[in-house]
């Protein structure tokens, strides 16, 4: 079976950001589903299709904040705590979009970068300077 990969990496269109931005979480420190609605929607669209067509993106979008959540009651050495990375939710947004559009394409259940974790850019894309790859 053929597969027109420039079919799954066309202009992303403003329709299918909606179910994606009212996504917020409720958790207190990240974004919630009204703060997602003040995101410049004209902007995301130009900045999406910049970053599928050049697999580039803003550094600034492309930084992590690591979070250390203790595994245990009372933690004590560095082991007891557990490392949770958050990214901007733009750069999560972008990653959900991609992750259903490769999601058609059929995978051999051995290929670990297509197996469901977070969203399959969990283990193929990366944006960087000099190379980016989905």
Excluded: M
Excluded at 14 to 28: F, T
Excluded at 36 to 62: C, Q, V, W
Excluded at 67 to 91: C, E, N, Q, R
Excluded at 106 to 119: G, I
């Amino acid at each position: 079976r053929r597969i027109l990969i420039g079919s799954y990496i066309g202009p992303y269109i403003d329709q299918k950001s909606s179910p994606v931005l009212e996504c917020g979480g409720k958790y207190p420190l990240g974004w919630n589903g009204a703060a997602t609605h003040k995101i410049d929607k004209e902007y995301s669209i130009r900045l999406f299709n910049s970053a599928l067509l050049t697999g580039s993106f803003p550094d600034k979008l492309l930084s992590a904040r690591t979070t250390f959540i203790p595994k245990i009651p009372s933690p004590a050495p560095w082991s007891d705590y557990g490392p949770i990375t958050i990214l901007p939710h733009v750069t999560r947004i972008l990653q959900s979009i991609i992750d259903k559009r490769l999601r058609v394409i059929p995978y051999n259940n051995v290929h670990k970068a297509f197996r469901k974790v977070d969203s399959v850019s969990e283990n193929t894309i990366h944006f960087g300077p000099n190379h980016s790859t989905f």
